[in-house]
């Protein structure tokens, strides 16, 4: 990289670069990483267990679609997902994705320059801890009643309620005139469900007159909470290197348009010089592509279809017409 990004200088941290999976990823990341280190970064063993400030980008697999946006947190020495998945593309075409993380405390990501997801850094990760935490010293009453319906005590089982048989000869079923008793045995009409059978029996259920509702905990300020001003601060030490980290089952991601920057109007000026000056070229010359190759599959499967009658004439003795 061409400088050192620090969080310590209160900077916005730009991240931003397109993707395109011309081979049509059905699993795979295409995730950039924000790498600590310096001078003495050694990039021959950058690997999945490298630390990082950042990883950002999209991830797809089976039904899972989404971008990552990861943070490293130094007080907790932990890198933090964020809450709700952020969607990607997955077509077959570049798509720009920018994050931008402010020292406000907030964030942003973008999609080819369209804001889909923003928010404060507290909101959308497990930066902090819970403001409020139950009452370590409130347990529920032994005698609070939470169960809202009890049997009734008055309702009693039927007389005979248990010798009403499940299924009774089907009273409509005549035996057959070509019925033998000597060859057939004693004839017996086929058994039908009984219209009077009700099931086990049960007894009704009737409003707990004791009922209190469901008991809830009561709360109180969690001791450990308190705000993180440097919550955004996840290159604090500084951050001199970018990489990708490839998973995939199936090769062919073309990665582009690379910048890392503290202003994202630098960042938006460069798409426009680079990856949106291309895009609209793009798309028509993958149109035109798929286009012809739907005309050569209906004209490679027309060609298979005329051979197959061919050769249906030939066994038909066609020569003859």
Known sequence: MAKTFKSSNKKDLVIQYSVKHEQKIDCGGAYIKLLPGGKKFDSKKFGGDTPYGVMFGPDICG???RTHVIFHYDKKDDNLLIKKDVGCETDQLSHLYTLVLRPDNTFEVFVDNKSVRSGKLEDEFDFLPEKEIK???QSKPDDW???KEIVDPEDVKPEGYDDIPEEIPDPDATKPDDWDDEDDGEWEAPMMDNPDYKGPWKPKMIPNPDYKGPWVHPMIANPEYSYDDNMYAVCKD???H???ELWQVKSGTIFDDIIVTDSLEEAQKFAE??????KDGEKTMFEEAEKKRREEEAQAAMDEEEDFDMEDMDMMGGDEF
Do not use: L, M, Q, S
């Open 273 to 278: 010089e680079t990856f949106f000056k291309k």
């Open 63 to 65: 039904a899972n679609k």
């Open 135 to 137: 009452d370590p010293d």
């Open 242 to 244: 970018v990489g990708f």
């Open 145 to 147: 009643v939470d169960v």
């Open 238 to 240: 500084g951050c001199t």
